[in-house]
Structure formats: C-alpha cells, structure tokens
C-alpha cells in the first residue's frame, strides 16, 4: 500500500505508455497501518485508475507489476487498487 504524493511529468517518454499517469508514492512501512506517519522512499507508480494526490492504493511492485500489459513494458510499480477504507485491529 503507499499514499500518493504527486505526479510526475515527462518531456519524452516510451511510447508503450499511453493513457496513463506516473504518480509520486510513498509506500507504507508496517507502523503505517498503526496509524503513524512512517514511510519508505517515495517510488514513481503506473496508474491507469486514476488515483489523486492524497488517496491510498494498492502497490503491485517487481515482475508483477508489468503483467496487467500484453507486451513487455519498463514499469516497477504498478498502481492495482483505489483503497476506500482501512480497517486495522494491532491486537487479536
């Protein structure tokens, strides 16, 4: 999971991105789900969902990541889900 921090623009880009946004994310560490402000180092995320600065999402990331695509695409990060709600018990 990461919240989105921004977006990032490019002046030239691979042609094998179309219709999508690149967006700045900052992935969660496990002491996020308790409810405090720890993250890893912001990472740039495909999104064809439409995520917005703010908003938590799913992170799809590594060898996973590029196989929503039918060819070979350059992505590390994948933008998977728009996450609504976080419901999160620290205790059984």
Known sequence: MGTVIGRVTLSV????????????????KRETFAG?????????????LGANA??????SEGS????????????DAYCSMLIDEIIYKTEL
């Open 13 to 28: 880009r691979s042609p094998r991105y179309a219709g999508e946004r690149l967006l700045l994310t900052l992935p969660w």
């Open 36 to 48: 405090e402000q720890k993250f890893d180092p912001a990472i740039v995320v495909y999104d064809e």
């Open 54 to 59: 703010g908003q938590q999402i799913g992170i």
């Open 64 to 75: 996973e990541a590029a196989c929503p695509f039918s060819e070979p695409t350059p992505v």
